[in-house]
């Protein structure tokens, strides 16, 4: 793959083109639509400060290379430092004393995800619709990456968008839109099936559609899950709602 070259701006980046980092589903570093290839090593140090904010060099190299002696560790991140400048991606980073975060020219998809599922739970978007849906049907974080800080940030953003569903899906049933809280509701119950409150919510909005059946049969899935998987019956939480 062809490496990306534009003119170097200042130094404080002012006159770079916008970078656009993906993160969920797939790694991907574009500007101006190429797609830039810097290796896997830089892939994960723009990833981490991406996730992680504005980090101190010596956290940066411990966490991406824990099986290392300190010594190699910071030598590990001056070449990929080193890799970066090279691909003519390294000025995309800022770099103040030891510390190593990205530039406000990069646009990051888990930050948008993190700034719409926010505004869900605080309440600052009206009215909800399937546009705000959409934001949030999303991949996974990093599909296929198994280290352990990649691990707890994906589990972080899961728990954060099955909130977010869950809350969507009220929020819409409160305007009269109960096929897109039907949607909602069941974007989180397939993100984490055995979520009771997740199926409450698909529950809820057939109920409120007048569709019992259809609610009817997601209690029976919601039953069928959860004594397979963890040998319990649906807590009174859902199965009131028929009362």
Partial sequence: MDEVTYAQGSCDGASLPSWRLSLLGAWQLCV???????????????????????????????????????QHAQANLRATLSRLHRRHVDHIIHLD?????????????????????????????????????????????LVGWYEDWVQRERERLRQLRLHALETLSDQLLATGNAMAAVEAALEAAALEPLRES??????????????????????????????????????????????
């Avoid at 530039?103 to 505004?119: C, K, P």
Wanted: aromatic share 4%.
């Fill in 32 to 70: 101006q639509d190429n797609v830039a290839d810097i290796g896997t090593n830089a892939q994960r140090l723009l990833a981490l400060i991406a996730l992680h904010g504005a980090c101190d060099r010596s956290y940066v190299s411990g966490i991406l290379w824990p099986d290392c002696s300190d």
């Fill in 198 to 243: 997740a199926h409450r919510a698909v529950i809820r909005a057939y109920l409120v559609e007048g569709n019992r059946g259809e609610a009817l049969r997601q209690l029976g899935k919601l039953q069928r899950l959860l004594l397979e998987e963890l040998d319990i019956r649906p807590s009174t939480m859902v199965t009131d709602l028929f009362n």
């Fill in 97 to 141: 004393n030891r510390v190593l975060s990205l530039r406000e020219q990069v646009r990051v998809d888990v930050w948008d995800l993190i700034a719409t599922a926010s505004a869900v739970l605080d309440g600052r978007r009206r009215p909800p619709d399937r546009c705000t849906l959409r934001e949030l049907c999303v991949n996974d974080l």
